[in-house]
């Protein structure tokens, strides 16, 4: 639909609510980040994970305030924006009614146009932000590791994403903040595994599932079964400092070996079917593991690839990345209907080019 036809060039609003960053940000259309702010809500600490419900609210008492930020901050009125988008799925479909229903209001309100992302492609299109100078051309491969996700993703244009592998179980993420859990270490555990790991050798032999296996699935439900076993293993009472170090050293180095392997895999697919593809791109919260990522350069070297990863603050969950989403969108003609509903399950096979 189109709405006011005066301000074809003007910014973009975007918005975060799927998961538990609440994030607002305004882009103008070449991609320049006017104005950027993003909450980490910190309510679900005690639960040790996010609660749906306590997420939902807390995007509806946090992001107007966060929209009021960045307005202000990129010195905008309403009326100035060419377009306001939305993360409508996939994620908790709580925090995408309250952040989607933000967006269609004043849409409404203020006659722009209104653009429905895919919170994957906003992950997927991020290397492209001209601004980061990483010249993400397509077609390329992006290995999104998150909470949430776990997927191989050959990204060959706008609404045009190819799932070379998934998943089959947990999400790396999800299985960095249960072994976490389980060495008593803070929520999300990734960061706290990773800087205990660093203490540890890698001296436990976990499994490493699908390793070897073909195509580029992964699977970390075993490993993490193992690692709660060698716990439950353990005399009573808190584990020791180093011997909790080094299981999160192993289990840490399992994932690794594991993500490389199917990585590896990821880049004979692509090039299968893009031989010139030459570009790795990683995303998601893991995507901030020192270790990870130096091992992924050097697999992605070792087969002819350059390695490119986002600053951290536009891997994890973040509005930039919906707003230009929504720019590459709006370059190819693309807007949504006012009334187009969120979809808490929205893979990007699913999705269409605009
Ligand atoms: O992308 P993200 O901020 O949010 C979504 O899940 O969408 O990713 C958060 C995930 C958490 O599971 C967190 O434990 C993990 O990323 N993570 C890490 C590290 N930093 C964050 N995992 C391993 N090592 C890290 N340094
Ligand atoms: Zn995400």
């Not at 409508?88 to 992302?117: E, T």
């Not at 969950?317 to 003609?333: H, Q």
């Amino acid at each position: 639909m189109s709405g006011r036809a005066w301000h074809q060039s003007g910014p973009v609003l975007g918005i975060e609510t799927s998961c538990d960053e609440t994030a607002a940000a305004a882009l103008a259309q070449d991609g320049t980040i006017l104005a950027e702010a993003v909450l980490s809500q910190g309510d679900h600490q005690a639960f040790g994970g996010v609660v749906p419900e306590i997420a939902a609210r807390a995007h509806l008492a946090h992001l107007p305030r966060l929209v009021a930020q960045v307005m202000n901050e990129a010195g905008l009125g309403f009326g100035d924006l060419r377009a306001i988008a939305a993360s409508a799925g996939p994620g908790l479909i709580g925090g995408l009614i309250v952040g989607s229903g933000y967006a269609r209001g004043a849409a409404l309100a203020h006659g722009l146009d209104y653009l429905a992302i895919n919170h994957l492609e906003a992950h997927a299109l991020t290397a492209r932000l001209p601004s980061l100078g990483l010249r993400a051309d397509f077609p390329y491969l992006l290995l999104l590791a998150s909470g949430g996700h776990c997927q191989a993703i050959a990204v060959e244009g706008v609404g045009r994403h190819i799932r070379l592998g998934g998943t089959i179980d947990d999400a790396a993420g999800e299985a960095f903040d249960k072994v976490a859990k389980l060495l008593g270490l803070g929520w999300p555990g990734g960061p706290a595994l990773e800087r205990l790991a660093r203490e540890g050798k890698p001296n436990h032999p976990f499994p490493r599932p699908l390793l070897g296996r073909k195509g580029c699935d992964f699977s970390f439900s075993g490993l993490k079964t193992a690692v709660a076993q060698h716990v439950a293993d353990m005399p009573p009472g808190a584990l020791p400092r180093q011997v909790a170090a080094d299981i999160a050293a192993s289990f840490q180095a399992a994932v690794v070996a594991v993500m490389v392997d199917r990585a590896r895999h990821a880049m004979t697919m692509i090039r299968a079917a893009h031989p010139a593809c030459s570009l790795l791109v990683v995303a998601g919260g893991v995507a901030a593991n020192a270790v990870l990522r130096v091992a992924l350069q050097e697999t992605a070297a070792a087969q002819g690839f350059t390695f490119a990863a986002p600053p951290l603050r536009l891997c994890t969950d973040n509005a930039v990345m919906v707003a230009w989403a929504a720019i590459e969108r709006l370059r190819l003609g693309g807007s949504d209907p006012i009334d187009v509903v969120p979809r808490p399950r929205w893979p990007l096979a699913e999705l269409a080019a605009p």
